[in-house]
């Protein structure tokens, strides 16, 4: 089953609204942006990092950045850096490389959310891949997710 079906399946079972929308080809968070006209601060960037053994899912907005040391400082992380695209094909098979929706509930992944995107009332990410996004409220997409937050993001590209 593709990512987006699942995602849906799930919302859908929730009674969460959303809507789905198709674009051209976006293939970063802040292309995202442009692409559905919304500001990059509501767009839900995904990075994935591996926190000494461990792949975390972080989830910024498009406006920002991670800042690696108070990520690292933050998850007790003797080494931290980010998965490569290898590691992501391999754990997201079913979505395209970095187009991965903000749901690391589905793998069995920690989430991390920084504190600017649970602001905003409405969020936007790829569903999966990088012609489709799903808008939804930031309170559902909390409920479904139960993230971890903390401030590890800063403005900037």
């Avoid at 040391?69 to 933050?74: E, I, T």
Wanted: glycine share 6%.
């Amino acid at each position: 089953m593709a990512i987006l079906d699942k995602l849906q399946r799930a919302l859908d079972a929730e009674g969460i609204p959303y809507e789905v929308h198709a674009h051209e080809e976006a293939m970063t968070a802040r292309d995202l942006a442009v692409a559905e006209h919304v500001p990059p601060k509501e767009v839900a960037k995904v990075v994935v990092v591996r926190a000494d053994d461990q792949m975390q899912m972080v989830v910024l907005p498009a406006s920002h950045r991670i800042e690696l040391q108070a990520l690292r400082d933050l998850l007790g992380a003797g080494h931290l850096r980010l998965a490569d695209e290898r590691e992501l094909a391999q754990v997201f098979s079913q979505c395209e490389v970095g187009a991965m929706p903000p749901f690391g509930n589905f793998w069995q992944m920690p989430v991390w959310v920084d504190d600017t995107l649970s602001e905003e009332s409405e969020i936007v990410f790829a569903g999966g891949n990088h012609r489709e996004t799903v808008h939804m409220a930031y309170c559902d997409f909390e409920r479904l997710v139960h993230p971890r937050h903390a401030a590890f993001a800063v403005r900037g590209s």
